[in-house]
């Protein structure tokens, strides 16, 4: 018996979504706390302003990523409503172009023929959305789970950084938040990059360097300003 194979395409949707989100609110809120703090704020205002971060970080990723997502499905919707008067127009003439694309794929005149009239008998709009426009099931959008995919790890990532903020006040506030966010980001990337079949070194150096860029740029900015005031 054949092993099968285990894809991980089904998971693209809610994984970018969840990613980008946690991903997000580790970077952003600990960038934030860290310049707010580098400015010598005191520490309820630097609590404050992590919190603040966080609702409104979560509330801009739900709504970016709805809005975005929406648009890629209202695309979506309207291809395959033009595939599907298409198909009403001239049935014949859209075989004839799916077999096409699977002789540009490798298949003999005939075999792609063959294989055009029975997918087409099967569904023809699924066999044209699939091999024609690329839209599959799998990989469709989903703007609702992408949104609160995207806000609720937004708000899991957040919270890590506030917390280490909150427990540690003080001279130790800054590198006690750079430091459990870079480790935050490292298990982020690599977690991510496991979930996707990715090499799991790779990502997580290259959030843990995109995190460390920002968080030293805020600091920079922070002290600059706070000295300046």
Same mark, same amino acid.
């Given at each position: 018996?054949?092993?099968?194979?285990?894809h991980?395409a089904h998971?693209?949707?809610?994984?970018?979504?969840?990613? *980008?989100? #946690?991903?997000?609110?580790? &970077?952003?809120?600990?960038?934030?706390?860290?310049?707010v703090?580098?400015?010598?704020?005191?520490? %309820?205002?630097? =609590?404050?302003?992590?919190?603040?971060?966080? &609702?409104?970080? %979560?509330?801009?990723?739900?709504?970016? $990523?709805?809005?975005?997502?929406?648009?890629?499905?209202?695309?979506?919707?309207?291809? +395959?409503? =033009? $595939?599907?008067?298409?198909?009403?127009q001239?049935?014949?003439?859209e075989?004839?172009? +799916? /077999?096409?694309?699977?002789?540009?794929?490798? *298949?003999?005149?005939? +075999?792609?023929?063959?294989? #055009?009239?029975?997918?087409?008998?099967?569904?023809? *709009?699924?066999?044209h959305?699939?091999?024609?426009?690329?839209?599959?099931?799998t990989?469709?959008?989903?703007?609702v789970? #992408?949104?609160?995919?995207?806000?609720?790890?937004?708000?899991?990532?957040?919270?890590?950084?506030?917390?280490? /903020?909150?427990?540690?006040?003080?001279?130790? =506030?800054?590198p006690?938040?750079?430091?459990?966010?870079?480790?935050?980001?490292?298990?982020?990337?690599? =977690?991510?990059?496991?979930?996707?079949g990715?090499s799991?070194?790779?990502? /997580?150096?290259?959030?843990?360097?995109?995190?460390?860029?920002?968080?030293?740029?805020?600091?920079?900015?922070?002290?600059?300003?706070?000295?300046?005031?």
């Amino acid at each position: 018996m054949s092993q099968q194979e285990h894809h991980r395409a089904h998971r693209v949707g809610w994984l970018r979504a969840a990613v *980008l989100g #946690a991903n997000d609110g580790i &970077v952003s809120t600990a960038s934030l706390i860290i310049g707010v703090a580098a400015a010598s704020t005191s520490h %309820s205002g630097v =609590l404050l302003a992590g919190i603040a971060g966080l &609702v409104a970080g %979560s509330m801009s990723m739900a709504a970016g $990523e709805y809005v975005s997502v929406s648009s890629q499905s209202d695309t979506e919707k309207a291809d +395959l409503e =033009l $595939e599907r008067k298409s198909l009403e127009q001239d049935y014949p003439a859209e075989k004839v172009e +799916l /077999a096409e694309i699977y002789e540009g794929r490798g *298949l003999d005149a005939d +075999l792609a023929k063959q294989v #055009a009239h029975q997918l087409m008998s099967h569904d023809a *709009l699924g066999a044209h959305a699939r091999d024609e426009i690329g839209i599959s099931e799998t990989v469709s959008a989903r703007p609702v789970q #992408a949104a609160f995919s995207s806000a609720g790890t937004f708000v899991i990532g957040a919270l890590l950084p506030l917390l280490v /903020a909150w427990a540690l006040p003080g001279p130790r =506030l800054i590198p006690a938040v750079a430091i459990s966010s870079l480790v935050f980001l490292a298990f982020l990337g690599g =977690l991510a990059a496991r979930t996707g079949g990715a090499s799991i070194l790779v990502g /997580a150096t290259r959030v843990t360097f995109w995190g460390a860029l920002a968080m030293a740029l805020t600091a920079a900015v922070g002290r600059l300003f706070g000295v300046v005031a």
